[in-house]
């Protein structure tokens, strides 16, 4: 009898197992392929490249400090020089000013380099990191895989064992999602700081060089007068020439959101007026006749007269009301937004103007910079309409030029918000949104080099800092 209960138990639980394992081994089956067929082998980061560019990173470092040593020399040493700076006492105040000016460009080109090598480093080591684990993780499913229901069964101490080893298998097959989203990331951002950051180290180091040529002609200088400066203007970067073009599309965006606000109030009037004409069309046809008496003719004319007065008073009214809500509106406060990048509440790069080190010139971010995650949500920030959709490289971490992936919602008072740089936009032009809810994924799309929102308010197509409406 107790041999018959333990067989009827085994039986039981082989067939749950077969059922478990039959579902868990075609998701298995399938997660490794579609990891392939997506190419992940498709970038590969390089050991050799990794250690050179770490030989430059720290030469880059080393350079940049001593550079930064001298311009602190200039500043705060001025008619005093000592050591190998001492020889510049034979410039004139004038040469003394540019090569200050130069040393910072220097030291500052430096920097910059080291700071680019730093991020494609950091990328392609969590390449590797990620890699390593997926490499893992396919291991310990082939290793469950080509064991049958009872191999698991034999192999465990017990039915409860068994069922645990079912349950890491399907935590392995759930996971794998996930797994994959997350090494298709790595790979992503792995090459584009291979594309971006090498060639702006590239750049940085041939600015570097530049200067460094300018320090040592105005050397040869020394004792030398001449009423003119020679000109020292720096080759812009190919990465700032795309941020200038970057801000070139913002300026062009202006008058293409005004006209699509225009579009859709005209929209929203048309549509209006075509309810009311439907309204007043189902009151006429529901209205009753006209009496035929002349006393009730007489008394609804009475009537009439009284109720035209009536309504031209109303009418009156209601005009002034909608005159003085109108004005009010026009100086209400400023609509309170929701954070547009939920869970990150900071600002890592504000709207205003911006100087730069190297190129020593003034530039306008026309937006904030919030978040830094591939894949979060991004929310609308107020209740509106989305009048645009642009989606260049949709549901990519990376690629494109400018905006990338991006929409735009119009909001009430002219009002409109647009959020850039997307993975993926999940609305469509005309629909309906409000405060809160999940519309597009964060990614580097366009010009941006790391994840993060880009995020642009306009008021009447004219770009305002987005702060005081989110903070």
């Not at 040493?77 to 105040?93: C, F, I, M, T, V």
């Not at 130069?102 to 500052?108: D, N």
């Amino acid at each position: 009898m107790l041999l018959r209960k333990t067989r009827w138990i085994r039986a039981l639980a082989l067939g749950l197992s077969l059922t478990l394992v039959l579902s868990l081994g075609s998701i298995l089956a399938k997660k490794p392929v579609k990891a392939v067929d997506r190419g992940f082998l498709a970038y590969t980061p390089d050991q050799g490249d990794i250690d050179k560019a770490r030989k430059e990173r720290e030469e880059a470092k080393r350079k940049a400090e001593e550079a930064s040593e001298r311009v602190a020399e200039l500043k705060d040493e001025k008619g005093r020089l000592s050591g190998e700076l001492a020889e510049l006492q034979g410039l004139s105040d004038e040469q003394m000013a540019q090569y200050e000016e130069i040393s910072e460009q220097y030291a500052a080109a430096l920097i910059a380099k080291q700071e680019a090598l730093d991020e494609y480093i950091d990328s392609q080591e969590n390449l590797i990191h990620k890699r390593e684990e997926y490499a893992e993780r396919i291991g310990i499913m082939f290793a469950y895989e080509n064991k049958s229901t009872l191999e698991i069964l034999l192999d465990s101490d017990s039915i409860a064992g068994f069922f645990t080893n079912l349950e890491l298998i399907s935590m392995i097959g759930e996971a794998d999602v996930q797994m994959i989203d997350q090494l298709t990331i790595a790979m992503d951002d792995a090459e584009l700081k291979s594309q971006t950051m090498l060639q702006e180290a590239e750049d940085m180091q041939a600015i570097a060089e530049q200067k460094q040529a300018e320090l040592q002609e105005l050397r040869d200088r020394i004792g030398v007068t001449q009423e003119a400066l020679d000109d020292t203007s720096t080759k812009l970067s190919r990465w700032q020439e795309k941020e200038d073009a970057f801000q070139e599309e913002a300026d062009r965006l202006d008058d293409e959101i005004r006209r699509l606000q225009k579009e859709e109030e005209e929209r929203k009037k048309a549509a209006q007026l075509t309810a009311a004409a439907k309204q007043a069309q189902a009151t006429k046809s529901t209205g009753s006749s006209s009496s035929s008496s002349s006393s009730s003719s007489s008394s609804s004319s009475s009537s009439s007269s009284s109720n035209s007065s009536s309504n031209s008073s109303s009418s009156s009214s209601s005009s002034s009301s909608s005159s003085s809500s109108s004005s009010s509106s026009s100086s209400a406060p400023r609509m309170k937004m929701t954070w547009p990048y939920p869970g990150d509440y900071t600002v890592y790069s504000p709207f205003g103007m911006r100087y730069h080190p190297i190129y020593h010139y003034d530039k306008m971010h026309w937006g904030v910079d919030l978040g830094g995650e591939y894949g979060n949500p991004i929310v609308a920030a107020y209740d509106g309409t989305v009048i645009k959709v642009e989606e260049p490289v949709e549901g990519q971490n990376t690629g494109s030029v400018n905006y990338g992936n991006y929409c735009v919602i119009q909001h009430e008072n002219g009002v409109t918000t647009t959020y850039a740089h997307c993975r993926d936009v999940y609305v469509s032009v005309g629909d309906y949104v409000v405060a809160g809810q999940t519309i597009a994924e964060c990614g580097s799309t366009g010009t941006s080099t790391s994840p993060h929102l880009h995020f642009e308010v306009r008021e009447d197509g004219t770009k305002v800092d987005p702060v005081p409406y989110i903070s």
